[in-house]
């Protein structure tokens, strides 16, 4: 039927604790008007194939989702990351769906939201937390001698109309998308 298996994504993974909580702590409400004030801000961290950020997209996939409650930390200045809770096998995750950056002129501060991230995996007790394995910025802090793991859904595609350009589909470097992306589409 015209399909290609392009591969499995990469994930980075973290271990955060090994013993399984009896629940999940459930996520305090969002606040929909700062994400909208933030999210008129969002710019993609990532080059390549990317779906376009606006938003009305970002309230729509993260703010209004009815099918999983979303949270997000930031610093108002220079980094939105937006995570949901996911109950697996293993314990529960903490999964970094989005991470984008707020000014293009202000560099991440990668140390505060290091903070944020560890203070939130501890608030839900996480058990591990993961997200794209090749995000431009290391979000997580040191993850022992685990490299990207080709775990990740499995990307199939069809050359539907691109001829030629078809083929730089098949490179997962010019790819841009977060694991928000695959969740939806």
């Known amino acids: 039927m015209g399909w290609l298996k392009q591969g499995k994504i990469p ?14 702590m459930e996520l305090p409400v969002m606040d929909r008007a700062l994400f909208a004030t933030l999210a008129e801000q969002c710019r993609p961290l990532t080059q390549g194939l990317h779906t376009p950020i606006t938003k009305e997209f970002l309230l729509w996939r993260y703010s209004d989702c009815p099918i999983f409650p979303y949270g997000f930390c930031t610093d108002r ?12 096998g293993l314990g529960l995750e903490l ?16 140390e505060h939201l290091r903070q944020e991230l560890k203070k939130t995996q501890e608030v839900f007790k996480v058990n591990f937390t993961t997200h794209i394995g090749h995000f431009p910025i290391p979000l997580l802090r040191k993850t022992g001698s685990l490299p990207s793991l ?4 499995l990307l199939t595609l ?4 691109l ?21 939806v589409f």
Do not use: H, M
């Open 11 to 24: 994930i980075k993974l973290q271990f955060n604790s090994l013993s399984k909580q009896d629940s999940a």
């Open 77 to 88: 200045e220079s980094y939105l990351f937006v995570f949901r809770l996911k109950p697996s």
């Open 95 to 110: 999964r970094i769906t989005d991470c984008f950056g707020l000014d293009a002129q202000k560099e991440i501060n990668l």
């Open 150 to 153: 080709n775990i990740g859904p």
């Open 158 to 161: 069809r050359d539907l109309n």
């Open 163 to 183: 001829g030629k350009d078809f083929s730089r589909l098949l490179t997962s470097e010019n790819w841009g998308f977060s694991l928000g992306d695959l969740e």
